[in-house]
């Protein structure tokens, strides 16, 4: 019995919406972009239309896998919603500097962001990268998504397509 509860338990800690999670704002920390920008992520916005936020790192190779299956829809994403992809690297201050080289190398066309003392994972509660959450065009964050399978980006599109109205 031991083990049916817990193949039922496992499934639902990857792709559960935590009810305490709908309509909550970003929470407001302090990141830098890879060139040394500081951005308030409580600020983050993108004129009414929705946004991603991803965290990730470069010692994930899930999390490397969904934003390259993302990055080859991504213009058609853009080009249909308006929606802005901001992915959080959650390296810390020792693999931090891999971090532009490889998104460099890979051309993505996403925000980046550097998270290395996990303040704004902490704040969003982000327990095993990757995770995605899709904000609304009032900030407000409508869905959240743990770990990656091959089509996950597929029900993230389904998602963005309903909260951006097209």
């Known amino acids: 019995m031991k083990k049916f509860i817990l193949l039922l ?56 896998r969904e934003l390259e299956a993302i990055s080859e829809v991504y213009d058609d994403w853009v080009e249909e919603t308006g929606v802005v992809l901001y992915a959080v690297s959650i390296d810390d201050e ?3 500097s891999r971090v532009k080289p490889y998104v460099d190398g890979k051309g ?10 996990s303040d704004f994972r902490r704040a969003l509660g982000v327990n095993n990268p990757p995770q995605t959450f899709l904000v609304n065009g009032e900030g407000k964050i409508v869905w959240t998504h743990n770990s990656y399978s091959p089509g996950d980006e597929d029900e993230l599109h389904e998602k963005l397509v309903e909260i951006s109205g097209k």
Do not use: Q
Request: hydrophobic residues 35%; charged residues 25%; neutral net charge.
């Open 9 to 64: 338990t496992i499934p639902m800690m990857f792709f559960s919406f935590r009810d305490e999670d709908k309509g909550k704002a970003i929470p407001n920390v302090t990141l830098k972009d890879v060139n040394g920008n500081e951005i308030k992520t409580g600020e983050l916005s993108n004129d009414g239309k929705p946004m991603i936020i991803n965290f990730w790192a470069t010692w994930c190779s899930p999390c490397k």
């Open 94 to 96: 020792k693999t931090k």
């Open 108 to 117: 993505w066309d996403y925000v980046i962001l550097l998270d290395p003392n």
